[in-house]
């Protein structure tokens, strides 16, 4: 008789070999509120959602030694920022549904970054002003899409090869690529040049080039399984000009990434599996995606240092200077391109992908009151932490999305205004503060405002988990590309003394992950306060603490012991002690004179590949049900036997938007624009929509489709049939680098 031994090492000479990891795969979606919240991300309280571009969804990866039988779960998630409501709130479902198994020590929520997603995520009030408190329907949809994703992976966990892969995001990767900005670009260079200079001459650049990727294929079939990576570019390709929730840049790279592997839409709905493709970010905090750079409406570059552009009396203004990225004004085409670039370096170093990621599994989290927190740096010279300000420079934005509040320069100091008033008014801060941050203007202070709630964290997390040689950091902020250089450094150096892992190991840092607390900048940065200086809200010491923070906890990992008390999980607000200041629907009606469903404006008759099509539906609010995993639009083509449909894409789909409008009181339109793909076969197709209104108290189905209409290239038609919807900003321009 053969012993379970024995078999398992046949199995493993039969070729499962080298499956030193289990490994889960899962995604769901994650889409919140398709109409009327606050987006998340450039603070606008005017930037509301008007419907669907591309959904959001939550990618699981588990990653299981099972000599040790210990598990990591890393969640890939289009989302702003890992919140710590987020972050308990998957937890306490995990808890419930796989119990014992997952716990915020060996799960993290690693976001996208997209400012393209419902806000009133956070349980700190700063960052609910713009959404007029918290929305339990954006957070509600993110946990239970989360918690679908770990489940899904959970329960397909099976041997696997994982192989990690390293490359640039250039134009040896990315075929043609304009260089030097292939897809991302600092975007405050002259912060960056505060840094040492003896630093800076052991690098090639103002920002990381690097894209770090895991590569994950079935031990026993050899299919692949799943991909992730980290690329430092912010997700903000699409401006606050835009309602359409979309996943921005990383959306569509891991929307493309799939397509190429799971097939098209018609053959496997997008955002499906079962093969899974995470982008997450690096060390993004000074990164744009805007690679043409920050241009004032006359055309002339912005002022470098303050970012701003002057009118014809000399008067500064920062909501002139806007960055642009490859598509000039049209932000969808930006969107695109910094998407599929990210793609194509993450396809190249996918299929080359073949450096073993070494052996075990391991991860740390430790919460840390920063308000208050005393260090020595390794040179011995000491730092401390401050109660969280923000400056008046946090006020300007940034290029990427100023705030038009012209009082507010990156770099400035407003000399009167209403807004430095207005800050003042409400959070004088006493002179140990200002002391504490100097040389920091402060406009908020954060630090003392409780009321409802606290604006801003004080104790927050860090986490430190190791697959193999891979590390990965989740930081609660946005590290610019030096501080993560300096903190990956810091990391890595007692894990390659003890061993643990090579000297080529890599460290990843990962932004927003563990939390949100503001940026992160060098010391050296902090003292040019532009805007991410001045939203680092600890004080000059941030980094610096957190560095040091993080540096105990490798150096805990590298010898195996937990001699420190990892801290007390934050107290945070409860759901209903939180404000929610945006109403829930209150009803829908059909239009006067006619039922949901109704067509509005219907198709025309014929198009060619390549045509815009587009109908007005009567329809209701979005809100009474998510329609996660499924969706409120899609387009069917006739099949050949003349008599089924046959769903070709949905509103998953970069092809196909979901628009929605209210009329009058309680009347809603929904319009669907389809953007007819180039090779898209010919036939009979028809446009679907499906939701459900909140009708004389109840909830009901409603459904209604266009009339049929063909495509086929012998159309007579060959224009657009509708106008593009105006996404068109001030300027259009081409694509070439300047200085
Ligand atoms: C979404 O899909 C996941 C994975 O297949 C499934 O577990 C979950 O129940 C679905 N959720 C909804 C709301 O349909
Ligand atoms: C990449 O860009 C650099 C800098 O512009 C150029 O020198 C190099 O020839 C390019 N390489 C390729 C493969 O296009
Ligand atoms: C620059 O790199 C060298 C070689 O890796 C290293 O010894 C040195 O400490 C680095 N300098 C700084 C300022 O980081
Ligand atoms: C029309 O479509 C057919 C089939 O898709 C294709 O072979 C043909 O080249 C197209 N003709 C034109 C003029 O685009
Ligand atoms: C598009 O928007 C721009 C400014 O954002 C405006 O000037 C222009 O008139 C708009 N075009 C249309 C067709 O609405």
Redesign the pocket.
């Known amino acids: 008789m053969l012993s379970w031994r024995m078999l398992a090492k046949i199995f493993v000479l039969l070729g499962v070999a080298g499956a030193e990891y289990h490994v889960g795969v ?1 995604i ?2 994650v889409t919140g509120p398709a109409a009327e919240v606050v987006m998340m991300g450039y603070a606008d309280q005017d930037q509301r959602v008007t419907g669907i571009h591309m959904r959001l969804h939550a990618r699981a990866f588990i990653f299981l030694d099972p000599e040790a039988n210990k598990r990591m779960v890393y969640v890939a998630v289009d989302t702003w920022a890992a919140t710590e409501s987020l972050i308990q709130g998957l937890e306490g479902r995990l808890l419930m549904e796989l119990p014992g198994l997952y716990s915020r020590h060996n799960v993290i929520i690693g976001p996208s970054h997209t400012h393209m997603g419902p806000a009133g995520t956070s349980p700190y009030y700063l960052y609910q002003v713009s959404s007029f408190g918290y929305v339990k329907q954006s957070t509600q949809a993110l946990v239970d899409g989360m918690t ?1 994703a770990v ?2 992976a959970h329960y397909n966990i099976r041997p696997a090869k994982v192989t990690m892969g390293l490359g640039p995001v250039d134009n040896t990767t990315v075929p043609g690529c304009p260089m030097p900005y292939c897809a991302s670009r600092n975007r405050s260079p002259t912060s960056y040049l505060h840094n040492p200079e003896e630093e800076r001459a052991n690098y090639s650049s103002n920002m990381d080039y690097d894209m770090d990727l895991i590569k994950i294929v079935d031990a026993k079939t050899g299919e692949p399984m799943g991909t992730m990576n980290w690329f430092a570019v912010h997700a903000t390709s699409m401006k606050s000009s835009s309602g359409l929730i979309s996943g921005d840049n990383k959306g569509y790279a891991q929307y493309l990434f799939e397509k190429a592997i799971n097939g098209p839409s018609s053959v496997r709905p997008a955002g499906r599996g079962p093969f899974i493709a995470g982008f997450g970010a690096g060390a993004a905090g000074d990164i744009s995606p805007n690679t043409y750079g920050s241009w004032c409406q006359d055309g002339k570059s912005c002022e470098t240092a303050q970012s701003v552009c002057y009118d014809h009396r000399g008067k500064p203004s920062n909501g002139e200077c806007n960055a642009y990225g490859p598509g000039g004004g049209d932000i969808l085409h930006s969107t695109k391109v910094i998407g599929e670039r990210q793609y194509l370096a993450a396809r190249h170093i996918f299929d080359g992908a073949d450096r073993s990621i070494g052996r075990g599994v391991d991860y740390r989290t430790r919460y840390v009151d920063l308000t208050q927190y005393y260090f020595k740096y390794e040179d011995g010279r000491p730092g401390r932490t401050c109660p969280p300000a923000m400056s008046t420079t946090f006020a300007a934005g940034t290029t990427d999305g100023p705030s038009h509040v012209d009082e507010f320069g990156q770099n400035m100091t407003p000399t009167n205004g209403f807004l430095r008033f207005l800050g003042h008014l409400i959070t004088l801060p006493p002179a140990e503060a200002k002391s504490c941050h100097a040389p920091k203007d402060i406009l908020l202070y954060t630090g003392s405002m409780k009321a409802p709630y606290p604006y801003m964290p004080s104790r927050m997390a860090f986490q430190l988990l190791r697959i193999g040689d891979l590390i990965i950091a989740g930081v609660p902020g946005e590290f610019t590309t030096m501080a993560g250089r300096r903190t990956a450094k810091a990391i890595k150096k007692p894990l390659v003394e003890k061993g643990v892992v090579s000297p080529d190991a890599r460290v990843v840092i990962n932004n927003c992950a563990s939390g949100y607390a503001g940026y992160v900048t060098t010391i050296e940065e902090y003292q040019h306060q532009r805007y991410e200086g001045g939203s680092t809200a600890y004080g000059p010491h941030t980094h610096g603490a957190m560095t040091n923070i993080l540096r105990e906890m490798a150096e805990e990992m590298a010898e195996g012991k937990v001699y420190r008390w990892p801290g007390a999980v934050p107290k945070i607000p409860t759901q209903d002690q939180m404000m929610e200041g945006q109403t829930d629907v209150v009803a829908d009606d059909p239009p006067i004179g006619g039922k949901f469903g109704d067509v509005k404006t219907d198709v025309r008759g014929m198009y060619a590949p390549g045509h815009r099509v587009q109908a007005t539906i009567w329809g209701a609010h979005p809100r009474n049900n998510l329609r ?3 969706s409120f639009v899609s387009v069917w083509r006739l099949k050949d036997d003349g008599k089924t449909w046959h769903m070709v894409a949905d509103d998953n789909d970069w092809e196909l938007r979901f628009e929605w409008k209210r009329v009058g009181i309680s009347a809603s339109t929904v319009t669907i624009t389809w953007e007819i793909p180039k090779d898209c076969p010919h036939g009979s197709y028809s446009l679907y929509y499906s939701g459900e209104a909140k009708h004389r108290s109840s909830i009901i189905k409603i459904e209604g489709h266009t009339r049929t209409f063909q495509v086929s290239n012998k159309t007579s038609y060959p224009y657009y049939d509708v106008p593009d919807v105006n996404m068109t900003e001030r300027m259009r321009r081409t694509e070439q680098p300047t200085s």
Do not use: I, L, V
């Open positions: 899962g769901a979606d679908e489940k899904m996660r995993n499924s």
